[in-house]
């Protein structure tokens, strides 16, 4: 597959047809690129179960979203905060009670460049444990219903998993030493991609076709992310960037798990986001992902490591 399979300006939601009947569970849906997923999905006919942290925000995001496609719309909102894993299993119940299929799981919040070293509830670093060990707990308990709706889980990474350690620092798994944001950060994305690699092997070694996983990213979109968690010398970097053309509208920062979400006959082994410059803009399609991302040894490392941190045994 190469970058013009979807032609010269990539894949775009015009792909999408109907999705009346189809369930799509997404986190973080108060802004960003997750938002533009739910409205697009929405707007599609399908069923969207956003998971969200904020009660308040949660609300006010399915107001926006009826007032804006109608009040007939097939949206659920369930609360859930990826930092903590007591309200990730809640949530998880919560989705497994009210739905009857899974059609997409699309692992899509994320905080980012936090200025201080934090720990969550569980005592993890906040970035690996809100975007890493969050999320595979969600999947893990999900698995199950995405296998029986044949579904597929998407997680959006990021470019960053090319920057920082390049690898994942099973010595000093929460940074009790040499914290910087950004190498934290960058940790955590490269191990949301690395698992999806090594889900994949562990389903094709269990004969479990049914069930696609996708790595993506959304380049560089002009979204919350940096301002909800990120230093104020990032706020103003990333805010002057906002003003350059190395950004692009959060909407078009969705495509790639879009994409991965619906398009049929996706090669999981590619990894997908836009294809112009830096692969921050640009035309989405599958793109060079570099070796480090798919180092087996330290994948099935890290499995085991998440299995153990997490609790959750996904007896595959
Ligand atoms: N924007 C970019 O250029 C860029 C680049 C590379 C990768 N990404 C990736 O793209 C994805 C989407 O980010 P975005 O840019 O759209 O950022 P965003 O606008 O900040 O959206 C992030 C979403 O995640 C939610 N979230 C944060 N912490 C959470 C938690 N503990 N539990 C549940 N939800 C939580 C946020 O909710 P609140 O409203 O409650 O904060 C928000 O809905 C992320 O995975 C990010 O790493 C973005």
Known sequence: M??????????????????????????????????????ILLSKGAKVVMLNRNPQ????????????????????????????????????????????????????????????????????ESQLGVNHYGHFT??????????KSHGRIV?????????????????????????????AYSQSKLAQIMSVYELQDRL???????????????????????????????????????LSPLTQPAENGAYPELMCATEDNLDQILFYGPTGRNNWVGPVGAHHLEPHAKDKAVAERLWAVSEQATGINWEL
Not at 68 to 91: F, P, Y
Not at 138 to 147: N, V
Not at 206 to 235: D, E, F, N, W
């Open 138 to 147: 969600l999947q893990g308990l999900l698995f199950p219903l995405i296998e």
């Open 204 to 242: 094709k070694a269990a004969g479990k076709t049914g069930v696609k996983v996708y790595a993506c990213h959304p380049g560089s979109s002009r979204t919350s992310l940096i301002s909800t968690s990120g230093s104020l010398m990032m706020r103003i970097i990333f805010g002057l960037m906002k």
């Open 2 to 39: 190469s970058t013009t399979q979807f032609g010269k300006s990539g894949w775009t939601p015009d792909r999408i047809e109907n999705l009346n009947g189809k369930t799509f569970v997404i986190t973080g849906t108060t802004s960003g690129t997750g938002f533009e997923a739910a409205r």
């Open 155 to 183: 997680t959006v990474g990021s470019m960053g998993y090319d920057m920082g350690l390049k690898t994942i620092k099973f010595d000093d798994m929460n940074w009790d030493n040499d914290y910087t944001p950004n190498d």
């Open 57 to 124: 925000k949660a609300d006010e995001i399915v107001a926006t979203l009826k007032k804006d496609l109608g009040s007939n719309i097939d949206v659920l909102s369930v609360i859930m905060d990826l930092g903590e894993q007591a309200s990730v299993k809640r949530a998880a119940a919560e989705v497994l009670e009210k739905v009857s299929r899974i059609d997409a799981l699309m692992c899509n919040a994320a905080i980012a460049q936090v200025p201080t070293r934090k720990l969550t509830v569980d005592g993890f």
